[in-house]
Every structure is written in C-alpha cells, then in structure tokens.
C-alpha cells in the first residue's frame, strides 16, 4: 500500500539544537539532503504547455507573482530529509488516479470518537472547506467511536500520551467506505503513528484505497502542556482544514510538491506546516483542474466565502487578490 504521510520525528536520537524541538520533537537528521528549489524552466516544463488552453485558463495557470517560490530547506524541513522527485502535470495525467465519477462523487468526513466540548476543529466549517476546495459534495458522518480491542494503541515516552496506530484506524474505514464515497477521511484527536520507529503523524492517505486519517492532537498546545490561547480554536482550525486539503489531495494522486509554496508540500514539523499556504501552486492547480475540470475563478469565490466564514483574513485577501489579478486585463 502507497501512503504519504505529512509529518514525521524519529525518536532516540540526539536530542535536537532546533528551536523547533518543543514542537516537533525533531532529532538532528544524520544526513541532510541538499535541495535546490528548481528554477522557473523547470517549474514550466513540470506544468506543462499552456498555449492550447483557453486564455483564462492559461492565466491561471501562469507562475504570477501570487504564488511564493520555494526557498532551500531549514535542517529539519520536509526537503532536507526526504527526497521529493516532483510531479509534473504530464505524469499526472497519465497515471490512472482516483477521480470522482458518477458512482464515487462524496468526500465523506468521518469524526472518529466524540471530541472535548468546545475544544474541536468546527467540523461544519471543515466540511464545507473541502467542499469548496474539490468542488465536490461532502457530508459529515455521525462520530464513529474507536475503542476496542482491535486498536492497537501505545504511550509516545516523549509526551506520555496514548497513540493509535494509524494501519488500523484505516483498515476500520476501508470497510465502512460508503458505496458513492469517493474517499473517506477520519477525523481524530487523538495523536497518531505509523509504525513503532516513528514519533508521530498529522495525517496520512491511501493514494489507491480513499481512506486517510488525520489527527488535530499535535496542533493543540495542550498536547505539550502550553495554555490555548485566545485565538486557539481559529488556529486549531486552520491548522486541521491544511492537513485535511493537503490529505484529500493525495487521494485524488496529487503528490508532494516541490514547485512552489503549495499546500502539496510536505511538512515535517509543525512551525513548517504553518507556514504552508492553503492553497495549490498552479502545478497542482492544474492537476486538480484536470481531475475535477471546475471553473477557476467560482472555485475561488466559494473558497473565499468559506475562509471569511472561517476568519481566515490572510487567505480571504489572497484569494481577493488572485480574483483580482486574474480579472485584470492582460
Ligand atoms: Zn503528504
Ligand atoms: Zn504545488
């Protein structure tokens, strides 16, 4: 089984220098990959040739000054300690990924266990996000409780707190996958893991199978014994609608991306998944694109609803802009 996995520590290492340590629990990488951002003339030919499109199309698919070059990777980053190819659009193409048809056309969100009062992600508007991100019909399951004997379960001796293993959080929803469901993602608060090396994981997706789980317990500062700040709920929920895009995505194939800053890259800490804009570079862009085959600008427009809605100001202006930019005269 292919899985993508957002986030990862390994335990038993030195003790990290990174100021990122508190959060991450990242050791120093033995060995740090030297990645180099690519250059422009390589960013196009992963896009691909534009000149057939429509011209609104081909604008919207141009390296504008609205998406952020990539900058070479701080020790600990995603790109510093895996290697990362890149997916051009072509390969995308031709590769037979899931795509929503007439049969498979709902992204069913499955909250995995009753959540604290008031201490959750607010799963309508994450709902109603994914919505307008994929364009796709998406409906809230009823809370699916998790216990049992078949969860195989640890304590992190780093944090001291219990974690499921992921492999059977995924196998529970492979077999409740909904016959029209286009893919399934378990929504949980509790921490994570994939297998017994690894510290932990924010999410992960099956590229082949529609089901992912994503846990919201590493973006909650009371996980490293820190108060909840004002703002607490506002960050948990960007914090989790980025980790529910950016798993979604890899169910419809879309691989980490290294052209830009997109929601596509891979994270390995949290400050790094911060950073990471919600939105698609216009390589993955147009690879959604190709998959969904929506209008851009009406994308935009219901995404900017749902980040008002949601009182992401930085993002609502990012996409006021980008409206803007691609309404303008060439
Ligand atoms: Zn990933
Ligand atoms: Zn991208």
Redesign the pocket.
Known sequence: MMI???AMTMPGSQASDLPLSKYCLIPVPEKTIDFKPPCKTAILSALGPTDQLLPDLAKAFELSDDFPRLTRPQPGDWLAVHHEEGQPVAEFVNCDWNRPDATRHKIYLQPLGEFVRGHGPPLERLRELASAYFTLEVELLPVLEINGPTLTTRINRLTGNRQLLVDDLLARLQKRLPADAFCLLGITDQDLYPEPEWNFVF?I?TLRQRVGVISWARYDPALYGEPRGRDFRKLLLKRTAKVMI??IG?MYGLL?CIYGKCI?N??NHLPEGDQRPPHLCPVCLRKLHQAVGFDITSRYRQLLQVYQKCGFEAEAQWIKRRLRNLQADN
Do not use: D, I, R
Request: proline content about 0%.
């Open positions: 993508f996995m957002l999410g997706a950016h798993e890899h980490h596509m891979g994270s």
